[in-house]
């Protein structure tokens, strides 16, 4: 038996017309003799009646101050998916073919505790198989597993957080040895840059698991990491398809997958959508500089804040925060008062920002006041917001010798200012004011895509 | 009895990697130059200048960082030499700290995990390794340290994110 899995977002199921087209693919790899296992979506985006936005909207609506409980509101996103579920099996039954609809714990999908972000740990396909034998086309409810049992309790109905229901398609393909796991959006595949930025960007024929990993981590969103982790692991072919055009798409596998088609030398030009803020701490080069690195570290972990592009120096600590978090940290640092050394030698306070604020102020006045028990040390904490990221996706490339210079150099020949570089074995990454984002995606995508001017 | 220690990981899943550190792994042989590159255009000049100059010596580098002044970079051991002849050529105040090695963390989804830096940046004081730069991916964290602290950092890490069995 040939299993293919092919999943469906969205859009390719938000109105009858569309779901009449999804459902002519699956019909039309029925014909060939495939036995289809269908994931879907939930149908639509916020605002559809039944799109998982609107549920957990719906949900909150009853009293915005009361936090759902994360189990409730498993529960509740899961009918979204359901609901498309038994819809799409519907359709193939009223264009004349057998389905039947399953849910995620329906298809044996098991997953960790994690209510709204949870990891699929196996998966028992018995029933999807039985399904398939008895000649029936299979659907089942992305985004969504069964934790695992508990004390002899039924299991709770979990979520796998955002792109859900792309890993549902990749672990099912797992679990079922699939031929191929196919991704059906609403773009003809993967493209060497967002096309809202560079309309005439290409799409790649084909691409690595760990590009398309990459590029979906640096902010592109045709497809959803995990799922391409997951096929990696499995070594199950993936496909990014259009459910609207018949074009053949991008083929995601391995380097020995790609069958004599060469993996490009770059896939493409990335920058991620939201904003972030990025923090340069003037620590001075002192004895005590790691101990300050650990302690500003300890705090930020117990604010659950997560840090990245993390840069040290000999009299500096850098790293960029969300900017849904900047306020957070920035009530958490500004006035912040440290000891430094065990039993303490001195204090340290923080003072975020050019001018120091009414709350620095305060903590400053009661130090004054404290007398000159211990020294005190100022640390500025220079603030560089509405920043965000641009990455060039280049595996071959990034650490060729003058790959750097040249990516430095487009940058500031177009008159971009980089905060800040980052580099993998992957990629070259530059920190730029948002106002530069799209003039660095153009230049970046001119000079290695179009221009190739590295070769 | 023995609940306070760490168990074991990476049991339970079949089909999708485990949340959180997975590996550490240690890669000997690194210096790390600083070059005073100056601020502003000039600042900016000298950045291509200094790249430009070890990119014709056919030397790959890594962890590029752009500080107020200065710019760093890490390369292999064996190419320090190339590289001081080309920055004395250049006349650009440097420093090389040789004997440096990268202690690499491997998680999954590093940029969705709070505390993962905090948790390292612990391991490492306790192991006596000073953190000279670092870079991050999604999926890793790596850490510039010297070399002779590199094992036992890399120990610390494992431990602290329960890659090492335990016995009770």
Redesign the interface.
């Known amino acids: 038996m040939k299993i293919l899995v092919m999943k469906f977002g969205g859009t390719s199921v938000d109105s009858p017309e569309h779901r009449e087209i999804a459902a002519r693919k699956v019909i039309r790899a029925k014909e060939d003799g495939f036995a289809p296992v269908v994931v879907v979506s939930a149908i639509g985006r916020r605002g559809a009646p039944y799109a998982t936005d609107t549920l957990i909207e719906f949900l909150r609506s009853i009293d915005p101050s009361v936090p759902p409980n994360p189990r409730e509101m498993d529960l509740m996103m899961a009918c979204g998916e359901i609901i498309s579920t038994v819809v799409m099996a519907h359709t193939l039954k009223t264009m004349g073919y057998d389905a039947v609809a399953l849910t995620g714990g329906q298809a044996g999908i098991i997953t960790?505790n994690?209510y709204g972000n949870a990891?699929?740990?196996?998966?028992h396909p018995q029933a999807i198989r039985h399904y398939l034998e008895a000649g029936k086309i299979v659907v089942v409810a992305g985004f969504q597993g069964v934790s695992e049992d508990k004390m002899g309790f039924h299991p709770d109905i979990t979520t796998l957080g955002r792109g859900g229901s792309d890993?549902t398609a990749s672990?099912v393909g797992?679990?079922l040895n699939a031929v191929a796991v196919e991704i059906y959006t609403d773009v003809n595949g993967v493209k060497t840059a967002d096309p809202d930025i560079i309309p005439d960007a290409k799409t790649l024929p084909v691409i690595s698991y760990e590009e398309v990993?990459?590029i979906a981590?640096?902010g592109a969103k045709v497809l959803h990491?995990?799922a391409a982790?997951?096929a990696m692991?499995?070594n199950i072919p993936l496909w990014v398809k259009c459910t609207f055009t018949d074009e053949a798409g991008t083929l995601v596998t391995s380097a020995e997958g790609a069958e004599g088609v060469e993996l490009p030398e770059v896939t493409g030009v990335t920058h991620i959508t939201g904003k972030i803020v990025y923090l340069i701490f003037h620590i001075g080069e002192v004895a005590e500089k790691?101990?300050i690195?650990?302690q500003i570290?300890?705090m930020?972990?117990?604010a659950?804040?997560?840090?990245?592009?993390?840069?040290?120096?000999?009299d500096?600590l850098s790293?960029a925060v969300p900017r849904e978090r900047w306020s957070l940290v920035q009530n958490l640092l500004d006035g912040l008062v440290m000891p430094v050394g065990n039993p303490p030698q001195r204090l340290v306070i923080f003072r975020v920002g050019e001018k120091p604020t009414r709350e620095y102020q305060l903590q400053k006045q009661m130090l004054d006041a404290l007398g000159n028990a211990l020294p005190v040390q100022e640390i500025v904490v220079d603030v560089l917001e509405n920043c965000t990221m641009v990455s060039l996706i280049a595996a071959k490339l990034s650490?060729?010798?003058?790959v750097?210079?040249l990516f430095?150099?487009t940058l500031?020949e177009a008159g971009i200012q980089?905060?800040?570089?980052?580099?993998?074995e992957?990629?070259l990454s530059c920190l730029v004011n948002e106002s530069d984002v799209e003039k660095a995606v153009r230049v970046l995508h001119e000079r290695f895509v179009t221009d190739r001017a590295y070769a | 009895m023995y609940e306070h220690l760490p168990q074991p990981r990476g049991r339970r899943f079949f089909i999708e990697q485990e949340r959180g550190v997975t590996d550490v792994r240690v890669e000997v042989g690194l210096a790390h130059v600083r070059v005073r590159a100056g601020s502003g255009e000039r600042g900016l000049q000298n950045h291509l200048k200094i790249l430009d100059a070890i990119a014709e010596q056919g030397v790959s580098i890594s962890l590029v960082k752009i500080h107020h002044d200065w710019i760093t970079f890490a390369v292999n051991q064996a190419d320090v030499a190339k590289v001081s002849q080309r920055l004395e050529e250049l006349a650009l105040e440097y420093k090389i700290a040789p004997d440096l090695a990268l202690v690499i963390t491997i998680a999954s989804n590093m940029r969705e995990s709070a505390g993962i830096m905090a948790q390292i940046a612990e391991a490492l004081w306790e192991a006596s390794a000073t953190i000279i730069e670092t870079g991050d991916s999604h999926n890793t964290v790596q850490c510039l340290v010297p070399e002779g602290r590199a094992f036992a950092a890399a120990q610390a890490l494992r431990r602290r994110f329960r890659l090492v069995e335990v016995a009770p």
Do not use: C, K, W
Request: charge should be negative.
């Open positions: 960790d994690e990891r699929v740990l196996q998966i890993t672990a797992a679990a990993a990459e981590h640096q990491p995990r982790e997951i692991l499995h790691p101990e690195e650990l570290y300890r930020l972990a117990q659950d804040v997560n840090l990245y592009l993390n840069s040290y120096s000999h500096t790293f650490r060729r010798p003058g750097m210079a430095l150099r500031y980089v905060l800040q570089t980052a580099d993998s992957m990629s």
